[in-house]
């Protein structure tokens, strides 16, 4: 049996078959996500709906077209953002992406429009959340008159692929939008409605792992997920007791729990069966390391006077040649957090001794590994137990062995990274097999999933 899993995120939108007994991933494609269309506003980040989902069709008919026993199809995506439909299931505005700014802009009362909807229902909210942006809409009297309910742009290809006319939300896209309530599983709408929000648009949510309809071809469609949580059931085996690294642009670390329980200045965010998972995210991650070899580059061009090419080669051979004391200490918060976005990096205990180019590689990839090693430490805190596992996914982890040692040595666990690199698809493809009664839990079906050995 296979399973096709299609994620659609920002920049790129990725599909796989996947051999849903032994794991092993037959076909994957990626495609750039060139959708974006220009809004009447500077500050406002778009891309256009039916082209998103021309490029999903496109993936869904190959894939058909090559293997003809596919028993389930997942999707996943680009969390917080929404698209608004009407009557007949269509689109009816363009993607409102979770990179608009417009909930950032200032109000009458000099408040943001995000912090406005914050104070008045009680949930933190940022700009880009789909609460957020609607809430934008209805204060402008700009929601198209047609609309007849939004969603995610996962939700809307699910939409599409099912010939469905009203949207069915997992728990895991609707807690994004903002303004959910966890232990109701469902939004906020006696405070929204006190925000002067009109919650006769608001989807229909479900917790459940469940088919949401059949394609023309008879296969059956999962509802969509968030592709946090679907990086994450793609990547463990345990949920409950294994720790995801990701670093890529930014970089996360997320861990399952069977309880509703706040952690201060980490997510807590609904996943599957019964199971939610604390994030904590940190806005820098990967980008750091970019601007240390950016830098690094300024510096090489600057002396011989030509462009030079990617340093990362040299950098990670000279870790490895010359491991320093790491004395110097680097905080790579260079973006601040989502909490204290005003934060900056720094970088201390520098001597003439520290002042190396070894040392500084050192004390960036030292000051990645941890700012996420003081979320595990929040995360291990409230949870009230330690994780047995760590697993790392991501560009920045897949293509580093000096950051694996680091996180090996800051964690004090052996590192698993898997075999496919496509984690989000995977795990949607795998929600898709358990919702279609392929397995009878995700456990079951994560254990399907095969891992690198690195630790070496």
């Given at each position: 049996?296979?399973?096709?899993?299609?994620?659609?995120?920002?920049?790129?939108?990725?599909g796989i078959?996947?051999?849903g007994q032994?794991?092993?991933?037959?076909q994957?494609?990626?495609?750039?996500?060139?959708?974006?269309?220009?809004?009447?506003?500077?500050?406002?980040?778009?891309?256009?709906?039916?082209?998103?989902?021309?490029?999903?069709?496109?993936?869904?008919?190959?894939?058909?077209?090559?293997?003809?026993?596919i028993?389930?199809?997942?999707?996943?995506?680009?969390?917080?953002?929404?698209?608004?439909t009407?009557?007949?299931?269509?689109?009816?505005s363009?993607?409102?992406?979770?990179?608009?700014?417009?909930?950032?802009q200032?109000?009458?009362?000099?408040?943001?429009?995000?912090?406005?909807?914050s104070?008045?229902?009680?949930?933190?909210?940022?700009?880009?959340?789909?609460?957020?942006?609607h809430?934008?809409?209805?204060?402008?009297?700009?929601?198209?008159?047609?609309?007849?309910?939004?969603?995610?742009?996962?939700?809307?290809?699910?939409?599409?692929?099912?010939?469905?006319?009203?949207?069915?939300?997992?728990?895991?896209?609707?807690?994004?939008?903002?303004?959910?309530q966890?232990?109701?599983?469902?939004?906020?709408?006696?405070?929204?409605?006190?925000?002067?929000?009109?919650?006769?648009?608001?989807?229909s949510?479900?917790?459940?792992?469940?088919?949401?309809?059949?394609?023309?071809?008879?296969?059956?469609?999962?509802?969509?997920?968030?592709?946090?949580?679907?990086?994450?059931?793609?990547?463990?085996?345990?949920?409950?007791h294994?720790?995801?690294?990701?670093?890529?642009?930014?970089?996360?670390?997320?861990?399952g729990?069977?309880?509703?329980?706040?952690?201060?200045?980490?997510?807590?965010?609904?996943?599957?069966e019964?199971?939610?998972?604390?994030?904590?995210?940190?806005?820098?991650?990967?980008r750091?390391?970019?601007?240390?070899e950016?830098?690094?580059?300024?510096?090489?061009?600057?002396?011989?006077?030509?462009?030079?090419?990617?340093?990362?080669?040299?950098?990670?051979?000279?870790?490895?040649?010359?491991?320093?004391?790491?004395?110097?200490?680097?905080?790579?918060?260079?973006?601040?957090?989502?909490?204290?976005?005003?934060?900056?990096?720094?970088?201390s205990?520098?001597?003439?001794?520290?002042?190396?180019?070894?040392d500084?590689?050192?004390?960036?990839?030292?000051?990645?590994?941890?700012e996420?090693f003081?979320?595990?430490?929040?995360?291990?805190?409230?949870?009230?137990?330690?994780?047995q596992?760590?697993?790392g996914?991501?560009?920045?982890?897949?293509?580093?062995?000096?950051?694996q040692?680091?996180?090996?040595?800051?964690?004090?666990?052996?590192?698993?990274?898997?075999?496919?690199?496509?984690?989000?698809?995977?795990?949607?493809?795998?929600?898709?097999m358990?919702?279609a009664?392929?397995?009878?839990?995700?456990?079951?079906?994560?254990?399907?999933i095969?891992?690198?050995?690195?630790?070496?």
């Amino acid at each position: 049996m296979k399973s096709i899993g299609i994620d659609i995120g920002t920049t790129t939108i990725c599909g796989i078959v996947l051999d849903g007994q032994t794991g092993r991933v037959l076909q994957s494609k990626t495609i750039p996500n060139k959708t974006s269309v220009s809004g009447s506003r500077p500050y406002e980040r778009l891309q256009d709906p039916e082209l998103i989902i021309g490029a999903v069709l496109k993936l869904y008919d190959s894939f058909t077209a090559d293997y003809q026993d596919i028993v389930s199809l997942g999707l996943t995506g680009q969390m917080h953002g929404i698209v608004y439909t009407g009557e007949d299931g269509q689109a009816v505005s363009p993607l409102y992406t979770w990179l608009d700014e417009r909930g950032n802009q200032t109000m009458e009362d000099g408040q943001t429009y995000a912090q406005s909807l914050s104070e008045k229902t009680g949930y933190p909210l940022a700009t880009g959340f789909g609460m957020v942006t609607h809430y934008w809409h209805t204060l402008h009297h700009s929601i198209p008159s047609n609309a007849v309910s939004f969603c995610t742009i996962q939700d809307y290809a699910a939409m599409r692929l099912t010939s469905s006319t009203v949207p069915l939300i997992h728990a895991s896209d609707a807690a994004s939008l903002g303004c959910y309530q966890m232990d109701r599983q469902g939004f906020d709408t006696r405070g929204l409605q006190a925000a002067g929000i009109d919650t006769g648009l608001l989807p229909s949510v479900t917790a459940d792992m469940r088919v949401i309809g059949v394609t023309a071809d008879q296969i059956p469609v999962s509802a969509a997920i968030g592709d946090n949580q679907a990086s994450f059931i793609g990547s463990v085996q345990d949920m409950e007791h294994t720790i995801l690294v990701n670093v890529g642009t930014g970089s996360q670390i997320s861990l399952g729990t069977d309880k509703i329980t706040p952690c201060s200045g980490i997510e807590l965010r609904p996943c599957a069966e019964d199971t939610y998972l604390f994030a904590g995210s940190c806005l820098c991650g990967g980008r750091a390391y970019a601007a240390l070899e950016q830098f690094f580059k300024e510096c090489a061009e600057m002396i011989t006077g030509c462009p030079t090419e990617s340093l990362y080669p040299h950098m990670d051979r000279l870790l490895r040649e010359q491991r320093p004391s790491g004395k110097l200490k680097v905080d790579t918060r260079f973006a601040g957090t989502r909490e204290a976005p005003y934060l900056t990096g720094s970088v201390s205990h520098m001597t003439l001794e520290t002042f190396h180019p070894a040392d500084f590689i050192y004390g960036v990839l030292d000051g990645i590994a941890g700012e996420l090693f003081d979320y595990y430490q929040l995360i291990c805190k409230t949870k009230g137990s330690p994780a047995q596992k760590m697993v790392g996914s991501g560009n920045g982890i897949r293509m580093n062995g000096n950051l694996q040692q680091i996180l090996r040595e800051k964690f004090q666990m052996e590192l698993s990274i898997p075999c496919h690199q496509e984690e989000a698809s995977y795990g949607a493809a795998l929600f898709s097999m358990v919702s279609a009664g392929y397995y009878p839990s995700l456990t079951d079906a994560q254990q399907i999933i095969k891992y690198t050995d690195v630790n070496f």
